[in-house]
């Protein structure tokens, strides 16, 4: 009989990608350092290992030093020589950022009687599901905690030999019901220096795996482990690989959900944008509201859709989906987030406090299923009893 299974996967903060990610995010934590009004759209594209380049929409009145920003990111990621992909101390910084378009301007500024409009139409999901602590599904929550021991091990000179780019991806195998029963395949592959195939795949079994995964994987043998499945992984980084703003967006998000509950995603990436744009602010807002609605025990698994036309404050539109295990229906649900869930982008920046510089906290291994981020608290959970 054909195995349920079902895969997410995760990458390392030297991943072209995500140190992409992390230098526009950088620069927007840097802009609320000094201006909390700051208006920011960063993207940072890393096509060789010899140029950066960071462009993009910034009204502020920050003084910022992209270049100095963008090097002590990629320092602070590991990458201090070329034979790494890349050097923060040599490589040329490119400034291409511009002021934000008065267009869009208009249509987000409160004047007057006018509310905060959303800084662009589109349509944002929200997701979470009772299958681990966090309420985050199983195959995402593992790979993104492999990734973070192999930066772990990395750093600590634990596997001395690993440089800064990797990524990881766990197959979990869940039964008929669609519960967890364990890890059908580990996939993880970790940037190197000139190593020998076989030390590396013990190495990273016994220091990586096995301590994250060890109470998942199969004790009848069954686990199968790919460990650097080409056989060799020394070039990498920006020189093995472009890197851009904004291509790991389910790597971000839920990593696509898990075997019965699917996580949508509207396309809008996170980093390098000010809550302004709903593409962030309303994403960890339909996550707030999906995440107290199953902590509230009111259904087990719940996904959340809010859309927004540019300019207007009102969501177009509210949806809940709870996959046929909600104990009230969708209808009510979606009445009632109505009533207790900030909705408007100028509430949500208020609520969660968003006009300040938190966000190169989010850009690794995931934005949701972390504490300590205002999106992840659980305090909606009497208000959507007493009205459910």
């Known amino acids: 009989m054909e195995k349920r299974l079902f895969s997410s996967e995760s990458v390392c903060a030297g991943h072209p990608d995500k140190l992409a990610d992390i230098i526009s995010d ?8 000094q201006d909390p009004q700051s208006r920011v759209a960063c993207e940072t594209f890393l096509p060789t290992g010899q140029d950066v380049f960071v462009g993009g929409e910034i009204t502020t009145t920050a003084h910022l030093e992209i270049e100095e920003i963008a090097r002590n990111a990629i320092k602070e990621v590991g990458y201090a020589d070329e034979s790494h992909g890349l050097d923060y101390k040599t490589v040329r910084i490119h400034n291409l950022t511009k002021r934000q378009s008065p267009d869009i301007d208009m249509g987000v500024t409160a004047k007057g009687d006018k ?14 599901v009772n299958e681990t602590p966090e309420l985050m599904p199983l195959p995402i929550t593992l790979a ?49 220096d000139p190593i020998e195939h076989v ?4 190495d990273l079994i016994n220091n990586v795996v096995m301590p994250v995964l060890g109470n998942y994987v199969n004790k009848s043998g069954k686990t199968k482990f790919l460990i650097n499945p080409t056989g060799n992984f020394e070039v990498g980084g920006p020189t093995g690989d472009a890197g851009l703003t904004g291509r790991k967006i389910i790597v971000d998000t839920y990593g696509g959900g898990s075997l019965l509950y699917r996580a ?16 962030r602010s309303a994403a960890y807002a339909a996550r707030y509201i999906a995440k ?56 949500i920046i208020k609520h969660f406090n968003l006009k300040r510089p938190i966000y190169s906290g989010t850009t690794r291994y995931g934005h949701f299923g972390k504490a300590g981020l205002p999106w992840e608290k659980t305090d909606k959970i009497n208000d959507l009893k007493e009205l459910s």
């Open 199 to 202: 030390v590396i795949e013990s």
């Open 264 to 279: 949508a995603h509207g396309g809008g990436a996170f980093s390098g944008k000010d809550p302004s744009k709903v593409d």
């Open 115 to 128: 509310e905060q409009g959303a800084g662009d139409q589109g349509l944002m999901f929200g997701f979470a």
């Open 292 to 347: 107290n609605i199953v902590a509230a025990g009111l259904a087990h698994a719940c996904e959340v859709q809010l859309a927004y036309a540019i300019g207007v404050a009102e969501p177009v539109s509210v949806l809940i989906n709870t996959f046929g295990t909600g104990k009230v229906s969708n209808e009510v649900l979606a009445e009632n987030v109505r009533k207790i869930f900030p909705l408007k982008p100028a509430d």
């Open 26 to 33: 950088a620069v927007l934590d840097e802009a609320f350092r």
């Open 144 to 192: 993104h905690k492999l990734c973070q021991r192999l930066e772990f091990v990395r750093k600590e000179g634990i596997v001395p030999y690993l440089r800064p780019d990797g990524k990881a991806q766990v197959t979990v195998e869940y039964d008929a019901q669609g519960l967890p029963i364990g890890v059908d395949t580990v996939v993880v592959s970790a940037q190197h």
